[in-house]
T-cell receptor, first 110, second 116 residues
Framework: SQQGEEDPQALSIQEGENATMNCSYK?????LQWYRQNSGRGLVHLIL?????REKHSGRLRVTLDTSKKSSSLLITASRAADTASYFC??????????FGAGTILRVKS | NAGVMQNPRHLVRRRGQEARLRCSPM?????VYWYRQLPEEGLKFMVY????????ESGMPKERFSAEFPKEGPSILRIQQVVRGDSAAYFC??????????????FGQGTRLTVV
């Protein structure tokens, strides 16, 4: 079953702008993670937020989690061309495995 | 400490042949996960293994696909009698694992399987 669903599917912005991606999920979770994938490459972990946390920062990344709405958002501030990638949220379904959404394709134009 | 190593990076097989994909987890990690990614899609869970045990294979097709993680050596994802629909990128991830996924997973660079 697909747990996380990202929105929008694709996002195109100018360098320097902020990018916001959203993720919704269906069941209760222990944590939610965001990953980045550059074209043709493996996934790189960005940030993990636990179910008892509401917001977390890491550099230019800000993640929020609303467990009542079963949703999360990833904000990338002051975007750069190098941020161009696909971004996936993943939730821990029954603690056994990470279940990924379909991802948001971000394109940052310089 | 080398990361998760997958090989080969690219694999071409003719229909009906067998594909064997290998994954060496990070040092000290005893939990391995296999995912499949079709073009323009997210990662679909296939199987979760610990050493010598399959913990969750709910994402594995019932036929032609098998996985193992022996006591010694890499984890192997085996696809018998490949068909064109098996063409995809296959990713392996590892974690130290305690039965709860409360830490990040470390992914390999993937094996891109093309069936011709």
């Amino acid at each position: 079953s697909q747990q996380g669903e990202e929105d929008p599917q694709a996002l195109s912005i100018q360098e320097g702008e902020n990018a916001t991606m959203n993720c919704s999920y269906k069941t209760s979770i222990n944590n939610l993670q965001w990953y980045r994938q550059n074209s043709g490459r493996g996934l790189v972990h960005l940030i993990l937020i636990r179910s008892n946390e509401r917001e977390k920062h890491s550099g230019r990344l800000r993640v929020t989690l609303d467990t009542s709405k079963k949703s999360s958002s990833l904000l990338i501030t002051a975007s750069r061309a190098a941020d161009t990638a696909s971004y996936f949220c993943a939730t821990d379904e029954r603690g056994n495995k990470l279940v990924f959404g379909a991802g948001t394709i971000l394109r940052v134009k310089s | 400490n080398a990361g998760v190593m997958q090989n080969p990076r690219h694999l071409v097989r003719r229909r009906g042949q067998e594909a064997r994909l290998r994954c060496s987890p990070m040092k000290g990690h005893s939990h391995v996960y296999w995912y499949r990614q079709l073009p323009e899609e997210g990662l679909k869970f296939m199987v979760y293994l610990q050493k010598e045990n399959i913990i969750d294979e709910s994402g594995m097709p019932k036929e032609r696909f098998s996985a193992e993680f022996p006591k010694e050596g890499p984890s192997i994802l085996r696809i018998q009698q490949v068909v064109r629909g098996d063409s995809a990128a296959y990713f392996c991830a590892s974690s130290p694992g305690t039965g709860t996924f409360n830490t990040e997973a470390f992914f390999g660079q993937g094996t891109r399987l093309t069936v011709v």
